[in-house]
Every structure is written in structure tokens, then in C-alpha cells.
Nanobody
Framework: VQLQAYGGGLVQAGGSLRLSCSAS????????MGWFRQPPGKEREFVAH????????FYADSVKGRFTISRDNRKNMVYLQMDSLKAEDTAVYYC???????????????WGRGTLVTVSS
């Protein structure tokens, strides 16, 4: 199983960034996909998840209305569109996968390498 997040970088507060995650080594359409983040000096936290067929999404309160998760099952990709970014969104962002829906928000089976997002105020 391989998950690789990319697209991070430096952006000014109020700006936008789109993260991508490529997946391989498992049946992508069987899995819920999620995004987590770990701010500097803090614990990793849940950001968003999307169901296998993209009909259901769920967001942490801190990003609701600003971030949008999506997936392309033809390409085995999941995305996180981040708008109206704030300094507190600065973190390493990780994508994750699990075929057990309750687990995707808590302790997914598979994790990818993260990508750093830095929001300057």
C-alpha cells in the first residue's frame, strides 16, 4: 500500500491551496479516504473524510466551509481544496485510507507521507 500526499507549500493567509494524494496497492474504491494534519508541536488531528463513492463527506468543525475533500476513482486520487487559509492551518497534512467507515476518523489502517502547508499571516 502506498499513499503519497503532495501539493503543500507556503501561502498567505486568505489564500488557497490544493493538496493531492495518490493511492496504490489496494482496491481504492473499497476504501474511505481521509485527510489529517499535525500542527507544529501538536497532536495529529482529523480534517476530513470521503466515502468510497464520494456521496458522503465529513469535516472537522475547524475547516468546515473552507476545505473541500473530493476523489477521482478512475485515477486513484483524493484531493483537499483549502480556501480562506488561516495561520492555524499550518501543519503537515497526511492522507489516509480505511475500509471501515468508523475508523477513518480515528485510526485509519493506511497512512501516507505528509506534505507541509505553511500559512503566513
Amino acid at each position: 500500500v502506498q499513499l503519497q500526499a503532495y501539493g503543500g507549500g507556503l501561502v498567505q493567509a486568505g489564500g488557497s491551496l490544493r493538496l493531492s494524494c495518490s493511492a496504490s496497492g489496494f482496491t481504492f474504491t473499497d476504501y474511505f479516504m481521509g485527510w489529517f494534519r499535525q500542527p507544529p508541536g501538536k497532536e495529529r488531528e482529523f480534517v476530513a473524510h470521503i466515502s468510497w463513492n464520494a456521496r458522503s463527506t465529513f469535516y472537522a468543525d475547524s475547516v468546515k466551509g473552507r476545505f473541500t475533500i473530493s476523489r477521482d476513482n478512475r485515477k486513484n486520487m483524493v484531493y483537499l481544496q483549502m480556501d480562506s487559509l488561516k495561520a492555524e492551518d499550518t501543519a503537515v497534512y497526511y492522507c489516509a485510507a480505511d475500509n471501515d467507515p468508523p475508523a477513518i476518523r480515528v485510526d485509519p489502517d493506511y497512512w501516507g507521507r505528509g506534505t507541509l502547508v505553511t500559512v503566513s499571516s
